[in-house]
């Protein structure tokens, strides 16, 4: 569950909404080898037809082989997007940055694809779980927000995660689970897209799965999914991209599948066992 700074207080009454088999086929072949399938005796093969076919699949072999080893030896694929197919679901471009403030990816390019990469990253934190605790919400804003709006996104995030909605959501006043239970808010991004792009300015949207609600045998709000797409418009601030404003809207949402419901335990097992991502574009 991730909150923005305009309107996304409106996602509390829908962040407890939730997200196949194959068949074989037998198929039973005439019995007796050769046999004619409409019931009549198999007809002789002449020798001279037969050795006709085998001369001639071993020569389409051989060419075959040498087809697939023709060249010059070099690498016929290449990285470069302008002489690849395109692959629209396939991770593309340079590796995750190696820099982290708070724990969170920094130092990206000032380019489309840094700005995807900033943006997935931190859509993550801003909807993680460390937002409904206020000193740790203060220090994620602090290192994703752009100076010029760091105070209004705080005052923003601070109104909307308030004690009050903590409460509604059966955690404590400071954001903690209670006791035997497991708080869960990730979000992880399925895709980025950019809106506009300019090297000073860029809008990219994160089309994001979430994962919300609380573990535990007493729990009456289980761990839930949904599907959101958050907006970040982010800035160069000489160094790197930073969030100037967040939105937030529903969807696209797939059908769901016919998954078993994991139990509790194993889902808190999960949390804590599965670590996230540095997400680049």
Same mark, same amino acid.
């Given at each position: 569950?991730?909150?923005?700074?305009?309107?996304?207080?409106?996602?509390?009454?829908?962040?407890?909404?939730?997200?196949?088999?194959?068949?074989?086929?037998?198929?039973?072949?005439?019995?007796?080898?050769?046999?004619?399938?409409?019931?009549?005796?198999?007809?002789?093969?002449?020798?001279?037809?037969?050795?006709?076919?085998?001369?001639?699949?071993?020569?389409?072999?051989?060419?075959?082989?040498?087809?697939?080893?023709?060249?010059?030896?070099?690498?016929?694929?290449?990285?470069?997007?302008?002489?690849?197919?395109?692959?629209?679901?396939?991770?593309?471009?340079?590796?995750?940055?190696?820099?982290?403030?708070?724990?969170?990816?920094?130092?990206?390019?000032?380019?489309?694809?840094?700005?995807?990469?900033?943006?997935?990253?931190?859509?993550?934190?801003?909807?993680?779980?460390?937002?409904?605790?206020?000193?740790?919400?203060?220090?994620?804003?602090?290192?994703?927000?752009?100076?010029?709006?760091?105070?209004?996104?705080?005052?923003?995030?601070?109104?909307?995660?308030?004690? !009050?909605?903590?409460?509604?959501?059966?955690? %404590? $006043?400071?954001?903690?689970? &209670?006791?035997?239970? /497991?708080?869960? +808010?990730?979000?992880?991004?399925?895709?980025?897209?950019?809106?506009?792009?300019?090297?000073?300015?860029?809008?990219?949207?994160?089309?994001?799965?979430?994962?919300?609600?609380?573990?535990?045998?007493?729990?009456?709000?289980?761990?839930?999914?949904?599907?959101?797409?958050?907006?970040?418009?982010?800035?160069?601030? !000489?160094?790197?991209?930073?969030?100037?404003? %967040? $939105?937030?809207?529903?969807? &696209?949402?797939?059908? /769901?599948?016919? +998954?078993?419901?994991?139990?509790?335990?194993?889902?808190?097992?999960?949390?804590?066992?599965?670590?996230?991502?540095?997400?680049?574009?």
């Amino acid at each position: 569950m991730s909150l923005g700074d305009e309107h996304d207080s409106r996602r509390t009454e829908d962040a407890y909404s939730t997200v196949g088999g194959t068949r074989q086929t037998r198929t039973r072949l005439p019995e007796g080898e050769g046999a004619d399938v409409y019931g009549g005796a198999r007809r002789p093969v002449r020798a001279s037809r037969s050795l006709l076919t085998v001369v001639g699949v071993v020569v389409l072999l051989v060419a075959a082989i040498a087809f697939a080893n023709r060249g010059d030896g070099g690498d016929t694929s290449s990285d470069d997007p302008k002489h690849a197919d395109p692959k629209p679901t396939a991770a593309t471009g340079v590796n995750p940055v190696q820099g982290k403030t708070a724990g969170i990816a920094t130092g990206f390019p000032q380019t489309e694809q840094g700005a995807q990469s900033a943006a997935a990253n931190y859509a993550v934190a801003l909807g993680s779980d460390g937002m409904f605790n206020a000193a740790h919400r203060h220090t994620i804003v602090e290192a994703v927000a752009d100076a010029t709006s760091k105070d209004k996104l705080q005052a923003g995030f601070d109104t909307n995660y308030s004690p !009050g909605l903590n409460q509604q959501i059966g955690l %404590t $006043a400071d954001g903690a689970a &209670p006791a035997g239970t /497991t708080f869960v +808010n990730r979000t992880v991004p399925a895709g980025t897209k950019v809106q506009s792009y300019s090297p000073q300015a860029t809008s990219v949207d994160v089309w994001c799965i979430g994962l919300f609600g609380l573990t535990g045998e007493k729990s009456t709000k289980p761990v839930t999914t949904n599907w959101f797409t958050m907006t970040l418009k982010l800035a160069w601030n !000489g160094s790197d991209w930073k969030v100037l404003e %967040t $939105a937030q809207k529903k969807g &696209p949402t797939p059908v /769901t599948g016919d +998954n078993t419901v994991s139990g509790s335990e194993e889902i808190a097992n999960a949390v804590k066992e599965f670590g996230g991502f540095t997400y680049a574009r």
